[in-house]
């Protein structure tokens, strides 16, 4: 029996854009300010800068996000956007050429 794989492959503008978004849904925040960076490491790990004006100064936060909340972030900009995404596959996110990347693997029914 054949199985399908399948590679969605996201800039750095949509990365940035999925992280933003989900952000915003999730009940404990962990961005502030405005996102300055925005970097998917080999680690998996996303490391994020924000700028947060606090009064007359602008200071940096630097942050870390975990390889799940980059996988939930990335699935729900595919939602968002109406990129067809199977439920049943397993999820798994990637670095390919310096971009994420949500690999999806979808096993034959027996």
Do not use: W
Request: aromatic share 4%; hydrophobic share 40%.
């Amino acid at each position: 029996m054949p199985k399908e794989f399948r590679q969605i492959v996201f800039s750095r503008e949509e990365l940035a854009d999925a992280v933003v978004a989900h952000n915003r849904i999730e009940e404990d925040k962990v961005l502030y300010g405005d996102l300055a960076s925005c970097v998917l490491g080999e680690d998996l790990i996303i490391r994020v800068e924000c700028r947060i004006r606090d009064g007359g100064n602008l200071r940096s936060l630097k942050v870390n996000l975990t390889e799940d909340f980059a996988l939930e972030a990335l699935i729900r900009y595919c939602l968002e956007n109406n990129i067809p995404i199977p439920r049943s596959g397993s999820k798994q996110l990637r670095l390919i050429d310096d971009e994420a990347c949500l690999e999806i693997s979808i096993k034959p029914r027996v």
